[in-house]
């Protein structure tokens, strides 16, 4: 089955920095690469997703890289604040699977003011 | 349109009892998702079901089972609790189809004493 690694567990950066995130996938038919924000307490939230029919996806702070041929993902925010300290999760789905997704064991991500 | 939906939010259960965890999907949804979400383990898939049919299934033991009803609502069970079983349990509900987003809950703090 799939296999989802995230790097790195830990991130702190400084309020204005940029932060980002990496994950690699091991199955070559995955298509669909969601990324969750887990705040304390919650649920993860989905904040930008990518589709293996496009190399790169942008809203607002935050944009999501896809690379299909090296199989990794990567989420970048830009002007961090200290609201988006969280915990950050990638995930790839399983084609033919119906809809199960493997997820990348998480990045909490620590925004110093 | 209402979120994703979980009860209860917490629950206190010792050794060898059985529990019942409940979710209601976003309406239109027929794609159920159980994880267990631990700090060691991270999000571990347990079960899908679509339209009442248990789709995948993740590696975790018999104890842990699962249905859905005809109004695409799903419960979880796990029997005989063991305390390796504390573990926030997540449910994310989706139209179903292999790319589609899937949505989470707010968890349900299962704590075995």
């Known amino acids: 089955g799939e296999n989802v690694e995230q790097h790195p567990s830990t991130l702190s950066v400084q309020e204005g920095d940029s932060a980002v995130i990496k994950c690699t996938y091991s199955?070559?038919?995955?298509?669909?690469f969601p990324w969750y924000k887990q705040e304390l307490g919650k649920g993860p939230q989905l904040i930008i997703d990518?589709?293996?029919?496009?190399g790169e996806k942008k809203d607002q702070r935050i944009a999501v890289t896809l690379n299909k041929t090296a199989k990794h993902f990567s989420l970048h925010i830009t002007e961090t604040q200290p609201e988006d300290s969280a915990v950050y999760f990638c995930a790839a789905n399983s084609p033919n699977t119906g809809n199960q997704f493997y997820f990348g064991t998480g990045t909490s991500l620590t925004v110093i003011p | 349109k209402a979120g994703v939906t979980q009860t209860p939010r917490y629950l206190i259960k010792t050794r060898g009892q059985q529990v019942t965890l409940s979710c209601s999907p976003i309406s239109g949804h027929r794609s159920v998702s159980w994880y267990q979400q631990t700090p060691g383990q991270g999000l571990q898939f347990l079960f899908e079901y679509f339209s009442e049919t248990q789709r995948n299934k993740g590696n975790f033991p018999g104890r842990f089972s699962g249905r859905q009803f005809s109004n695409s609502r799903s419960e979880m069970n796990v029997s005989t609790l063991e305390l390796g079983d504390s573990a926030l349990y997540l449910c994310?509900?989706?139209?179903?189809?292999?790319?589609?987003?899937?949505?989470f809950g707010p968890g349900t703090r299962l704590t075995v004493l």
């Open positions: 994310a509900s989706s139209r179903g189809l292999e790319t589609d987003t899937q949505y």
């Open positions: 990518i589709r293996s029919n496009v």
């Open positions: 199955d070559s038919a995955s298509n669909y």
